[in-house]
Structures are given as structure tokens and as C-alpha cells.
T-cell receptor
Framework: AQSVTQLDSQVPVFEEAPVELRCNYS??????LFWYVQYPNQGLQLLLK??????LVKGINGFEAEFNKSQTSFHLRKPSVHISDTAEYFC?????????????FGAGTQVVVTP | GAVVSQHPSWVICKSGTSVKIECRSL??????MFWYRQFPKQSLMLMAT?????????EQGVEKDKFLINHASLTLSTLTVTSAHPEDSSFYIC?????????FGPGTRLTVT
């Protein structure tokens, strides 16, 4: 079984400042890793995913994340945030040996961008 | 890109009644779909795995007789909340498996009064 820990429940950040959202996971098997964003009363939108290959993953809207196997982390970063980045962000892990698409989600990080 | 729809997007029902939520993959076939529940300001919790043509697999602690899942075709899975109670009020989200990506529906907000 896997578990996902998002270390910050809320991250306040000023517009145009950088942001980093931390995600750590634990698993005894190989995993796939994902970051999703959720706007109020909406479903999830995929920001980026790591399946294999390069550990630095670039996603949509200027987000990127780095897979660090030794530290079992998959932190999400954006060099300059916009007001529209205010949302809930979820880190998710999927067992690479289990049913494709079966996710374990972290508790979420609320990003609040202020002018 | 692939799209997953849910219907209805919002439903209010009286305690004791049953509610059916549909999840459709609009432009691809999904042999496997997943149902999640999200309480306010909380994360998504996997409820069950829905496989086309076979019985759903429920996560520990999820009552299979209360949350009936039917995956009758490659594009449709339904979740029926039977004898709903106020504690079943939640945001229900489905997802469908594509190739190397999981597509999430927009969610259904259920309010039981």
C-alpha cells in the first residue's frame, strides 16, 4: 500500500512570487506520481505526471515537479504565480503494479495568491 | 483531449431515497472506472473500482450494499446511493482510465436533507 503526505495544508503566496508545494510518498513498489489542481466545486485537472524517464517533469501553466526517488518526494514548483493559481492542489500516487488509475491522494494544499 | 462527464452535477434528495449518478467517457472506451468521495475541504477517498462486465471492487470500509456500482458498458458506470442519509452528503467524482492518463469527471454534489 502507498501513502502520500502533503506537508503544507495551506500556502499563502504573493502574486509573481515563486511557490513550492511539497509531497512525499511511501511505497514498497514502483509508483507513478501525479499533481492535480482543483478549483472550487470542480473536478480535477492534471498538471503533470511522472511515469518514467527524466526526473524533472514539466506540466501545464508553468508548473514543474522533480521526482526524487531517494527522498521519496515529488515537489511541485512554479517560478511566478498568478492570482488564477489560487486553488487546491493534490499530489497522487499510483502503484505501478496495480490497476492503472487507482490513486491514493494526499490531503491537499490550498494555495492562496494575493496581489 | 478525452472527456469524462457526470450527471447530474448537483442533486438534492430526501433522506431514505436513492440517487443514481452517471459517469460517462465521451470519446473513448474505459474498461475501468473509479469512484471517489470528497468531503468538504478534504481529499479524495477511493470508494471502488468499477470494471466493465464484472462486479465492482470496493475499498475497505465502503458498504457495497449502500453504494451500488454498475459498469454496464465501456462508456458508462453508475453509482447508486441507496437509502441516502445526511452523512452521505458529499462530492462524488469518477475517473476513467485512458492510456497513461486518468481522466476525471467534473463531480456530482449530493446533498441529502
Amino acid at each position: 500500500a502507498q501513502s502520500v503526505t502533503q506537508l503544507d495544508s495551506q500556502v499563502p503566496v504573493f502574486e509573481e512570487a515563486p511557490v513550492e508545494l511539497r509531497c512525499n510518498y511511501s511505497s514498497s513498489v514502483s509508483v507513478y506520481l501525479f499533481w492535480y489542481v482543483q478549483y472550487p466545486n470542480q473536478g480535477l485537472q492534471l498538471l503533470l505526471k511522472y511515469l518514467s524517464g527524466s526526473t524533472l517533469v514539466k506540466g501545464i501553466n508553468g508548473f514543474e515537479a522533480e521526482f526524487n526517488k531517494s527522498q521519496t518526494s515529488f515537489h511541485l514548483r512554479k517560478p511566478s504565480v498568478h492570482i488564477s493559481d489560487t486553488a487546491e492542489y493534490f499530489c497522487a500516487v499510483s502503484d505501478a503494479t496495480d490497476s492503472w488509475g487507482k490513486f491514493q491522494f494526499g490531503a491537499g494544499t490550498q494555495v492562496v495568491v494575493t496581489p | 483531449g478525452a472527456v469524462v462527464s457526470q450527471h447530474p452535477s448537483w442533486v438534492i434528495c430526501k433522506s431514505g431515497t436513492s440517487v443514481k449518478i452517471e459517469c460517462r467517457s465521451l470519446d473513448f472506451q474505459a474498461t475501468t472506472m473509479f469512484w471517489y468521495r470528497q468531503f468538504p475541504k478534504q481529499s479524495l477517498m477511493l470508494m471502488a473500482t468499477s470494471n466493465e462486465g464484472s462486479k465492482a471492487t470496493y475499498e475497505q470500509g465502503v458498504e457495497k450494499d449502500k453504494f451500488l456500482i454498475n459498469h454496464a458498458s465501456l462508456t458508462l458506470s453508475t453509482l447508486t446511493v441507496t437509502s441516502a442519509h445526511p452523512e452521505d452528503s458529499s462530492f462524488y467524482i469518477c475517473s476513467a482510465s485512458g492510456i497513461y492518463e486518468q481522466y476525471f469527471g467534473p463531480g456530482t454534489r449530493l446533498t441529502v436533507t
